[in-house]
């Protein structure tokens, strides 16, 4: 019998960045589709929240149907941020709060289409701290609300995106997010 050493074990993790600024609320929604890989969280500089956002929309007619792809948030310092993004479509005109910042959100998501073009998330809203309820130009499938920021507003993001080549040819890109809201 021949005694011999353990083979080496290869443990590989992966880090993820913390939000580069404190955060008091993380706000979702019980909807988001589960492909995909969660990207990196963004945030708002310091100081500053997010009072716009615009969408990423692949809908080209004659081609697989993607939906929502990205979503870029503008701070109220003039940055703007976003997370992981699909591959395909155009970014659509940005929507600002008159007079507040993001609050809370509602994402439409397509249920699994089986045999047909699995979409995913198909449209936003979002709520302004002014009252002011903003829509994106994806579609009108509309889901379930998160959560408002109890306190402060949104100002940070992290977005889950299905690489292109998805399961049985139908590419989904953007599946679910999560808003970050921050204390003034």
């Known amino acids: 019998m021949s005694l011999s050493p353990p083979a080496p074990l290869l443990l590989c993790v992966t880090l993820q960045a913390p939000p580069s600024r404190p955060y008091n609320q993380v706000i979702v929604v019980p909807n988001g589709a589960p ?3 969660w990207g990196p969280v963004e945030m708002c500089p310091e100081g500053s929240y997010a009072n716009g956002f615009n969408s990423k929309v692949g809908n080209a007619p004659g081609e697989d149907n993607t939906g929502l792809n990205g979503i870029r948030l503008h701070c109220s310092d003039g940055t ?3 997370s992981s993004v699909g591959a395909w479509g ?4 940005a929507r600002y709060c008159p007079r507040g910042y993001l609050r809370a959100f509602s994402l439409g998501v397509q249920p699994r289409q089986d045999a047909r073009d699995d979409v995913a998330a198909t449209s936003l809203r979002v709520a302004c701290s002014d009252g002011e309820l903003l829509a994106g130009d994806a579609g009108d499938r509309e889901g379930p609300w998160s959560h408002p920021c109890l306190s402060g507003s949104v100002c940070g993001l992290q977005t889950r995106v299905e690489e292109p080549g998805g399961q049985r040819g ?4 953007l599946n679910d997010f999560r808003f970050f809201c921050c204390l003034p």
């Open 80 to 82: 703007t941020i976003q």
């Open 90 to 93: 155009w970014w659509q005109r």
């Open 170 to 173: 139908a590419n989904t890109a």
């Open 35 to 37: 492909r995909g890989v």
